[in-house]
């Protein structure tokens, strides 16, 4: 099979994590003889520095020609600490969600049994926690009406959600509840706030399409609590773009760190493949990140735009094999890990290929 992939590398270990993530996407197209071809794009920091805006228009005509986008991350400690700068890196990447209509943010939360020990929740509480949160992309506070009064003395942001928006984000939820435990929570603050009544109020009326779904609603605060006191009560989260923002770097806990998480932004078009960790300016330019959260992002590219089911799960067994043969990031070692055994970004990403050579010939018939 012939696709076209832009890698959108951005800030920070984005650059890191991302080579590796191709490298993985190539091996998996040479083994399966499928074609890769890539082109690249600017966001963010890299994309101010280079033309002064954080999504050049470039960046979006190229992924809009392209059948999937591999994404790293966006950021730079300059702006984070200036809360006065007007132009920003994370413009680039909210603004690449909304031009592609990206409004559907996959985030699973898959707990892979080698790294019980990596978290800071128990291991009883944890083993065969399984979650996929579908957190809203394109509304919330994030879009909604925002400024200062004329004295700068105020600020507001607008959440506001409209029942097309909640509808279709729902639609996804309830379906892929029906594939899975058949259990879907709703979370929201509709104790509180208007737009969540609204949500609420939507899920309610699609509920009775689902007969075989159990729904649950939650509010935000105690669903946060439910996360971390019992994850396996949970199947699939709906949410928010705000709250399953929040919620889903909490969830990271479960499967151990930041490093693991990937997640699928996908709309009506092209389809963008993103860790949900950030640039991450700790360790950036230290070799040091956990390039997993990228190649499972490829992996799920794989499954989710390009329908390679086969090929999706030998990325994941792949990643299960290095895990399972002791191989560790710093982020997700624990204390008996021998030193020998913590790697860095391009070890752990020649881990993969080596497990993905190896998975592959047991598979050759
Ligand atoms: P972050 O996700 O970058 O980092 C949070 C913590 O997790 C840090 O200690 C970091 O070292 C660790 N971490 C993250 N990814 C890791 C990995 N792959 N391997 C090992 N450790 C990892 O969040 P932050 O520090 O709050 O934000 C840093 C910058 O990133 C900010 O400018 C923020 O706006 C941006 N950001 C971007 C995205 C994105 O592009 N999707 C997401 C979150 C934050
Ligand atoms: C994420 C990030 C982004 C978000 C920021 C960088 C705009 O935190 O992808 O989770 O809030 O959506
Ligand atoms: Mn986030």
Redesign the pocket.
């Known amino acids: 099979m012939k696709k076209h992939i832009v890698v959108i590398a951005?800030?920070?270990?984005?650059q890191e994590?991302t080579a590796v993530g191709k490298q993985v996407l190539d091996a998996v197209a040479q083994k399966y003889g499928h074609e890769f071809t890539y082109d690249t794009a600017l966001i963010?920091h890299a994309a101010i520095e280079a033309t002064g805006n954080p999504l050049p228009e470039e960046t979006i005509t190229k992924s809009k020609a392209s059948d999937a986008i591999l994404?790293?991350?966006?950021?730079?400690?300059k702006?984070?600490n200036d809360p006065s700068a007007k132009v920003r890196?994370?413009q680039g990447?909210l603004g690449i969600r909304k031009a592609l209509g990206l409004y559907a943010n996959l985030r699973p939360i898959k707990l892979f049994d080698e790294l019980l020990g990596a978290s800071s929740i128990r291991p009883e509480i944890l083993k065969g926690a399984d979650i996929l949160f579908f957190r809203e992309l394109t509304g919330d506070v994030y879009f909604g009406e925002k400024g200062r009064s004329d004295d700068r003395d105020t600020a507001y942001d607008t959440m506001i959600y409209s029942r097309y928006e909640v509808e279709r984000i729902a639609r996804k939820a309830f379906e892929a509840a029906m594939t899975r435990r058949r259990r879907l929570c709703s979370v929201d603050k509709a104790n509180v706030l208007e737009s969540s009544r609204l949500w609420r109020e939507v899920v309610q009326a699609m509920a009775p399409e689902y007969p075989d779904v159990v729904v649950e609603h939650q509010f935000i605060d105690a669903a946060a609590m439910l996360l971390i006191k019992d994850p396996r009560r949970f199947d699939v989260v709906l949410t928010g773009n705000l709250f399953g923002d929040i919620l889903t770097?909490e969830a990271s806990q479960i499967a151990g760190?930041?490093?693991m998480l990937a997640s699928a932004s996908i709309g009506d078009t092209t389809g963008l493949y993103?860790?949900?960790?950030?640039?991450?300016?700790?360790?950036t330019g230290k070799g040091?990140?956990?390039?997993l959260?990228s190649i499972l992002s490829a992996a799920l590219m794989l499954d989710i735009s390009f329908g390679m089911k086969a090929e999706a799960e030998e990325v994941v067994s792949a990643v299960d094999a290095a895990l399972k043969a002791g191989y560790r990031?710093?982020?997700i070692a624990d204390a008996d890990t021998p030193d020998d055994m913590i790697l860095g970004t391009e070890a752990m990403g020649s881990q993969i290929l080596t497990q993905l050579a190896s998975v592959a010939e047991n598979q050759v018939v």
Not at 71 to 77: D, L, N, S, T, Y
Not at 288 to 291: C, E, G, I, Q, W
């Open positions: 951005g800030d920070g270990i984005g994590v963010g994404f790293g991350a966006v950021g730079h400690p702006y984070d890196p994370e990447l770097d760190s930041m490093g993103e860790p949900i960790h950030g640039s991450a300016h700790d360790i040091v990140a956990n390039p959260a990031t710093r982020d």
